[in-house]
């Protein structure tokens, strides 16, 4: 997986990106902000992947929209590595800071999701065995380490099972 990448000497602080749409970001209605299910290094690599395979199509824009629409996917192509450089600072400056209580808490939290990833993966394994589209997805989903790489597992394989599904009779529910 790609790094999250850097920044360049010569592109504005990052701390200034977010600053430069703080306004915009405050605008926004209350109702529509959730906590995001994607962590900020998540968004810097998924956004490195989108902007490189999107570059080579960005010279086609006009002869497949109105000039009016390429303009606005252009613009929003050309600021879409600010847009999440903005995302990392706020979701930084976000953070809760660390008590020893709150960090207590996710000590505990994080040893839990890790057994919970390592029990639905031997499940995963014995259950999908022989199966080899979900047999490469389980090879995807087992390298990794760290709490974060752990609750992106869980989330991961339990999606899996469901849509595996429908249990057979007397077999719990998976939640």
């Known amino acids: ?100 209580e709150n960090e207590a808490e996710r000590k505990q939290l994080a040893a839990r999701v890790r057994d919970r990833d390592a029990s639905l993966l031997r499940w995963a394994q014995a259950f999908f065995a022989g199966q080899p589209a979900r047999e490469a997805l389980l090879a995807h989903i087992r390298p990794g380490s760290g709490h974060r790489d752990d609750a992106e597992d869980v989330l991961r394989l339990v999606a899996l099972f469901r849509e595996a599904g429908p249990w057979p009779p007397g077999i719990a529910e998976l939640t």
């Open 1 to 100: 997986m790609p790094n999250a990448p850097a920044l360049d000497e010569d592109r504005i602080p990052a701390a200034e990106i977010l600053e430069a749409r703080r306004e915009r970001l405050l605008a926004l209605p209350a109702e529509s902000l959730r906590r995001p299910r994607i962590s900020p290094q998540r968004a810097m690599e998924l956004t490195a992947i989108l902007s490189k395979h999107l570059a080579p199509l960005l010279s086609r824009l006009e002869a497949e929209l109105s000039e009016a629409r390429a303009a606005e996917r252009r613009a929003q192509a050309e600021g879409l590595e600010d847009a999440a450089m903005a995302f990392y600072m706020a979701a930084l400056r976000a953070r809760r800071p660390e008590t020893s």
